[in-house]
């Protein structure tokens, strides 16, 4: 139990840092723009596919509509998913037996 808790754990992280790096390099490459703000649109970003996942259960995506409106409300709710499912996971690992 406790080593499929730390196995989300270090899922869940990785997850995080693969979408902050990418998005941290596509907003510098693109927008010609400095580290500092790639580093913080890659932060923005870092939380979406958390945000994405608790949005699935409210939205059902039959539209472009619907996955814009999802995608937009996900880049903002990422900032609260990604926290909570982090430590949602390390109480997981510290309280398994």
Not at 21 to 32: G, I
Request: proline share 2%.
């Amino acid at each position: 139990m406790k080593q499929e808790a730390k196995n989300l754990l270090i899922r869940h992280i990785v997850i995080a840092a693969v979408a902050w790096t990418a998005a941290a390099v596509v907003f510098m490459s693109l927008a010609s723009s400095g580290v500092i703000l790639g580093i913080l649109a890659g932060l923005m970003c870092a939380g979406v596919p958390f945000a994405w996942k608790w949005l699935s259960g409210i939205f059902i995506s039959l539209s472009i509509y619907t996955l814009v409106i999802k995608l937009v409300l996900s880049i903002f709710l990422g900032w609260i998913a990604l926290p909570i499912v982090i430590v949602k996971d390390i109480y997981c690992v510290v309280t398994a037996a």
